[in-house]
């Protein structure tokens, strides 16, 4: 019971909603109860000044011919009594009877008080046999029923009054239970609700949460939690989408400073917004300094200028620009400069300058052409004795070695190239997909934006726009997944086989990551690859190097074991440890190794496919590998009846 007092007292207060319930329903039911006792009160006044009105018409009916007769016969004691008989009806005041004597009349009797105004007053002739013989005036006070009226109107008033209160007080008792509690729930709730984590649902006091009838405040509880819901989802989604958005402005910002290319936005004017460091380093200016100044001033020599401008000015993309410069110590530097436009929606923003320093190239190029212009009078010099000859055969034979050696790295690079194109298919889907979702959540942001501005937005809109939006991002996320997971196969594995490092790697890892690099050539194959490694297996060694084996067998399989192959395609790596040894077991189920080529099959330039692009380096490269910087050794199995099968047999370091 205090606690409902409390709880009323709070909602008595002045701005709350029950405070004005409760002031005007009084003022509704008071303005009620004085318009009833006002018409109430003049009904009875009506009522009892007809009742006077027909007191002194029952006088001129029953009381002039007596007075009359009376009168003419000076019956004064007889007059006298119907005088008193008058004053006993109801409200009567004053009664005179005035005698004609003559032309004048004289007062005979008087009864009553006489004021100089009456309330109701009216005056008769007395006639008796056809002559006046005298006048009757009776007049009435209203005093009796202005009192009777006033005695009422307070019982009334009073009885109103209590009555409304009463009733005011019912009604805010069932609108607090049935409203106002409810409102009060949802407002402390309200008040209580934190953003930062996930709160209970809203539930109203002693109300079924799922009932079978629901009413309005049983949908107002329904919708207030679907809107917590979307609101808790949504900024969940905002802040993932932020922390999102700010690593991929981290990392755009982190290769922007850190590329040795010269970047620069431009305005419409083609004066500098914002530069990188690489074009501080260029120029010898400071960022700050460069900030509003012409492009055209900083990068480009005065001849060329107007030729750029009237070129860039159509805010176009824009190729392969030749530009020459010369910078603060009169040094002229050449760059290659591409531009890309940025618009914001249908306005152009920015026009995005990119600037690749090709002075030293430059200078290169020109000592080569000065070597070539030179090339022939060496030519003629060295033919001019035999020995000069000789001693170019021999230089001739060296640069040969060296050009073999430099083949067998160009095997290296090509396969890594296999690895490129082959990932750069895997990515083109997820990617694709990606561009996709993304353009229709853009596409959905304008037609909510251009919903907003126009006022349309409705609750089926909403919740058709979050769930598309939901699917498209769940779309985006698990394409860029993929495609990151690629990535991430990819740059290990060309790290690995651009560098020669020496660390601890895990075999599994190693193995797979190429098995995914080079998932687009085996899929074009229709080839399927069976790998066998123990998960927690570990080497101290150089993994390049075994991403270098791994892929050039498996390009061989694919290039000539499968080329126009019907069988079964199938390729089998096992890789095992035995004690002191690591053994590496690849076979596949191709067309197998030419019994002519087989026994020279890791040297140099032996190839099934001369003259269609194989150069025969392959397997030449894998041996080098396999027993120069592995210390191991390599043997072609020509037991088998299908396939090939290569085993590897290499030392073990564990640390």
Known sequence: MPSVVSKLKRSMSQNSLSFR??????????????????????????KDV??????????????????????????????????????????MQYVLIKEILGSSE?????KGMLKQKFDISREFDLVYQGEVVGRLLVAASLDEVYRRLIEKSMVILVSQTIKTLVVSICILLIIYYLVIRHLNRIADYTRSLKLDSVSPPLKLEGRDPHPANPDELDGLAATYNQMREKIFAELSAKEKANQELAGERDFSTTIINSSTSVICCLDQSLDIDTINPAGVILTGYSQHEMAGRSWLELFVNPDQ???????????????????????????????????VPFYDGDHFKYLIAFGYDV??????????????????EKVIKRTASLEQSNNQLVIAFDELKRAQQTLVESEKMASLGSLVAGVAHEINTPIGISVTASSYLQDQTKSLQQRVAEGKLSRAYIEELTGNMDESCNLLMSNLRRASDLISSFKQVAVDQSSEACYT??????????????????????????THCDSELKMHSFPGSFTQIYSNLIINSVNHGFDEWDGERKIIIDVTRQDDRLLIDYRDTGRGIDKEIAPRIFDPFVTSKRGHGGSGLGTHVIYNLVVQLLKGSIVHDTSVEHGVCFRINIPYHNV
Not at 106 to 110: A, F, G, K, N, T
Not at 317 to 334: A, H, S, V
Request: charged residues 25%; glycine residues 2%; aromatic residues 6%.
């Open 21 to 46: 319930l409760l002031s005007y329903i009084l003022l509704c039911s008071s303005v009620l109860a004085v318009v009833i006792t006002i018409v109430q009160l003049l009904w009875d006044y009506r």
């Open 50 to 91: 007809g009742q006077i009105e027909n007191s002194i018409t029952q006088i001129e009916a029953s009381f002039l011919q007596p007075i009359a007769a009376s009168l003419w016969n000076l019956d004064e004691e007889q007059v006298q009594v119907q005088v008193e008989g008058i004053m006993n009806l109801p409200n």
């Open 106 to 110: 004289v007062p005979l009797i008087e």
């Open 305 to 339: 200028r107007e030729e750029i401008a009237k070129q860039l000015k159509k805010y176009q993309d824009q190729k392969d620009f030749e530009i020459t410069m010369t910078d603060q110590l009169g040094e002229t530097n050449t760059l290659i400069w591409s531009f």
């Open 359 to 376: 002075s030293s190239l430059k200078r290169v190029e020109k000592e080569i052409k000065r070597l070539n212009d030179q090339l022939e």
């Open 505 to 530: 790697f895990n075999l599994e890892e190693n193995l797979n990551q190429v098995v995914t690099s080079l998932n687009h050539k085996l899929k074009k194959a229709r080839c399927i690859v069976e």
